[in-house]
């Protein structure tokens, strides 16, 4: 199981990034797949997922109608794409193969999913 994360930046609030993650090992389709941030000092927020048997989506409190997910099934690669980012939205943020429940309720353990290097987003001005 490999999943990379890109596409991370440094926006100014207001603006938009989409963020990218690659999988190899496996097909996305198969599993469900979601996004999580860590900032520093701060505990691992899910942030979004889209489940495996019927493609629906879940989103945290914090980024709904700001953040969408998809999937690309062709590409195996699962999006994330960001609007309205605000300076609270600065962290590093992974993709993960994970249960939607437990990436959206939490914890988020590695005992429960598999995830690989995230990628910064920054959000200043």
């Known amino acids: 199981v490999q999943l990379q994360a890109s596409g991370g930046g440094l926006v100014q609030p207001g603006g938009s990034l989409r963020l990218s993650c690659a999988a190899s090992g496996f097909s996305v389709d198969y599993y469900s797949m979601g996004w999580f941030r860590q900032a520093p000092g701060k505990e691992r927020e899910g942030l979004s997922c889209i489940n495996s048997s019927e493609g629906r989506l879940f989103y945290a409190d914090s980024v709904k109608g700001r953040f969408t997910i998809s999937r690309d099934n062709a590409k195996n690669t699962v999006y994330l794409q960001m609007n309205s980012l605000a300076p609270e939205d600065t962290a590093v943020y992974y993709c993960?193969?994970?249960?939607?429940?437990?990436?959206?309720?939490?914890?988020?353990?590695?005992?429960?999913?598999?995830w690989g290097q995230g990628t910064q987003v920054t959000v200043s001005s």
């Open positions: 993960a193969r994970m249960s939607c429940h437990l990436l959206i309720s939490g914890p988020i353990d590695e005992k429960f999913g598999s």
